[in-house]
Every structure is written in C-alpha cells, then in structure tokens.
C-alpha cells in the first residue's frame, strides 16, 4: 500500500516510472535503509502501480545505488536525473561496487552470487565475468613478503573445478556443495544452477 503523502492520484497523465528529485519536504522515508529522507536530499522514486493507486515509493539515491544500480541505471537512462545536480552514474556505480564488496567482505567462501557488473574477471581463466552471470566466490593464500594472507577470488561457475585444483586454493572439494549452499545468499533454485555449471568435482 502507498502511503497517503506519497501517492498521487490516478488521474494523473503517465508518470514516468523513475523520479529523480531533491525531496520537497522531510516528510519521506527510504526504503532501503529505513530512515527520513531529508528535505532537498535526492530521492529516487520508483513507480509502484498498486490497488490504491499509484506513486512512487522514495530511497535515498546513494541507498539506491547501493543496493539496487540496476533501478539507478534505468532511471539514469531516461534522464530522470536531467536539470539536477546529480553524481554521476559512475559514482553511483562505484558506491555499488564498494558496498557489494564490503557485502562480500563480511561472507565466508565459498559462495555463489550474481556479479553486480561486468568488471569483474575469473581469476582462473582471466576472462570477464559478464553482468548477471552466476559467480562462485573461492579464496586463495597469496603471500606478500613472508606474510600470507588468504584472500577471496572470483571465479566462473565453470572454472571452480579447475581452481580447486591449484595449489593456493584453500577451498577443499570435499564438503564443497554443502559450504556453497550453506554461505550463498542466492535463492535455492539458483544455487543449484550454480551447482549444475560447476559440474562434479573430484
Ligand atoms: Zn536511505
Ligand atoms: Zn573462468
């Protein structure tokens, strides 16, 4: 249900499905994160047709790039963020990357997650991983000096068996499966895709 002050009426002519704006008043609440959005902070809107009418439900942009790019992106493509002194979407794309990687700084390997953007490549064949795809987080000891320090790699579904064969990986191959569906934040369903590309393990 959208609360009263931040619905509109229906009669209104198309709302656009992203709104892009420095809040009118205080009176808005994130939805990410919970808390007031301040009066002239940015706020992203997102449009939710619901039984009640239609409005926008508000985030913080930043809380909205942190957690949903994909809603900035989209927004970002329809110049919702045109005439406002907006970052750019580079930062915002940059803030993704830094939360998602505190996000996974905080998980154990292995894991299995979708890679938030294209950037990241397998540190097993070299390649990059595309956008969306499933990606299987390992760990490996590398060792600075005489220190050695273990630390997570990003690996295609497809390369998990040829890395858990090299000798830095420190994932072993037994209990594998169960680790990987224990650690995932993904859905059920997903995971066991991610299981079915990884393929047997020996
Ligand atoms: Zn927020
Ligand atoms: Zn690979």
Known sequence: MVPKEESTTSEEPELAPYKIEAARSG???CRTCKRKIDKDKLRLGILLEGPYGTGYLWHHLTCAARRRIEDVEAAYA?????G???PSLSELQALQEKAAKERSARKDPPYAERAPSDRSKCKNCGEAIA???LRIVLAREISFGNQVRTTPINVHAGCVAAELQSEDCTIE???FEESLRQNSELEPPAVDEALTAIGELD
């Open 27 to 29: 009176r808005s609440k």
């Open 131 to 133: 956008k969306g795809a």
């Open 84 to 86: 406002l002194q907006a």
């Open 173 to 175: 191959v037994d209990g």
């Open 78 to 82: 329809e110049n919702a963020h045109e």
